[in-house]
């Protein structure tokens, strides 16, 4: 194990890569460290509700954060806090902690996003396409569950991609796609008001 300490004041340890052989999915278990309690996300340390997630989406995602497709850019934060995270693990290990994951119960994150879901509605129909009528993801194309998300969290990675620190590395095709997407959102406003409609898609599985 070797200890990774963050500004927020987290410590976590994490395994080496001569731990491979010896983890088993509940290892996994230091992730709830930031992202909480069943993964239901933490806010305070700006780690989202993961729980509910595909796990074709969670491997995919941490392979952009350990190719450096994600997390990489300069004024990526929070993508920093997570990067190292998946930079420690073996291809394998990746595939363990995705598992793991999706091995969790999944319940609707709580709304903490406040805005004008009719409006939202109206601007969740260019979303649908990809992301399906109930937000629920669509594999084929690459594009995950909004619906349950971390509401706050939706917001911040539209603004992410809104500024390119998210969808604007070379090769992340599938960001790039999802960056032009979200400029269609002309302000915060249309920000707001489509993660508030997202909020009301809240379908258990
Ligand atoms: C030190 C805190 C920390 C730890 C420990 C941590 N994460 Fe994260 N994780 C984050 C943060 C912060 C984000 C949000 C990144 C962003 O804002 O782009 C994140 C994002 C993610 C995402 C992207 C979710 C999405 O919807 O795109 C996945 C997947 C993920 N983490 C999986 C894991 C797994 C699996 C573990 C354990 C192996 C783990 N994380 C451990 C802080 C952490
Ligand atoms: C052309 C298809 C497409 C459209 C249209 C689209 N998206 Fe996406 N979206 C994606 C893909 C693909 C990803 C995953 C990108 C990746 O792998 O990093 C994504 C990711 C996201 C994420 C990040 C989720 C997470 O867990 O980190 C959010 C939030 C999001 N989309 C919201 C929206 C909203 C809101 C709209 C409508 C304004 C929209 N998308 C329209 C394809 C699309």
Same mark, same amino acid.
């Given at each position: 194990?070797?200890?990774?300490?963050?500004?927020?004041?987290?410590?976590?340890?994490?395994?080496?890569?001569?731990d491979?052989?010896?983890?088993?999915?509940?290892?996994?278990?230091?992730?709830?460290?930031?992202? $909480?309690? @069943?993964? *239901?996300?933490?806010?305070s %340390?700006?780690a989202p &509700?993961?729980?509910?997630? !595909?796990?074709? #989406? =969670?491997?995919?995602?941490?392979?952009?954060?350990?190719?450096?497709?994600?997390?990489?850019?300069?004024?990526?934060?929070? $993508?920093? @806090?997570? *990067?190292?995270?998946?930079? %420690?693990?073996?291809? &394998?290990?990746?595939?363990? !902690?995705?598992a #793991? =994951?999706?091995?969790?119960?999944?319940?609707?994150?709580?709304?903490?996003?406040?805005?004008?879901?009719?409006?939202?509605?109206?601007?969740?129909?260019?979303?649908?396409?990809?992301?399906?009528?109930?937000a629920?993801?669509?594999? !084929?194309?690459?594009?995950?569950?909004?619906?349950?998300?971390?509401?706050?969290?939706?917001?911040?990675?539209?603004?992410?991609?809104?500024t390119?620190?998210?969808?604007?590395?070379?090769?992340?095709?599938?960001?790039?796609?999802?960056?032009?997407s979200?400029?269609?959102?002309?302000?915060?406003?249309?920000?707001?008001?489509?993660?508030?409609?997202?909020?009301?898609?809240?379908?258990?599985?």
């Amino acid at each position: 194990m070797r200890w990774i300490v963050f500004a927020l004041g987290v410590s976590v340890s994490v395994p080496t890569q001569a731990d491979e052989y010896n983890l088993t999915p509940t290892q996994f278990v230091y992730c709830t460290v930031c992202h $909480g309690v @069943e993964l *239901k996300g933490n806010k305070s %340390v700006d780690a989202p &509700k993961l729980n509910g997630l !595909a796990q074709w #989406y =969670v491997l995919s995602q941490l392979q952009a954060f350990k190719s450096g497709w994600r997390g990489s850019h300069s004024n990526d934060l929070t $993508g920093m @806090e997570m *990067k190292p995270m998946a930079v %420690v693990l073996t291809d &394998k290990q990746l595939a363990q !902690a995705a598992a #793991y =994951v999706t091995s969790i119960p999944t319940h609707a994150a709580p709304a903490t996003v406040h805005g004008d879901p009719i409006r939202g509605e109206n601007l969740y129909s260019t979303c649908a396409v990809c992301h399906g009528p109930r937000a629920q993801g669509d594999e !084929a194309l690459h594009a995950p569950q909004l619906a349950g998300q971390s509401d706050w969290y939706l917001v911040r990675q539209l603004e992410k991609y809104q500024t390119g620190i998210r969808g604007s590395s070379p090769g992340d095709a599938w960001g790039a796609q999802m960056r032009s997407s979200a400029l269609v959102l002309a302000d915060k406003r249309a920000v707001t008001d489509v993660v508030a409609y997202i909020n009301t898609l809240q379908t258990a599985k």
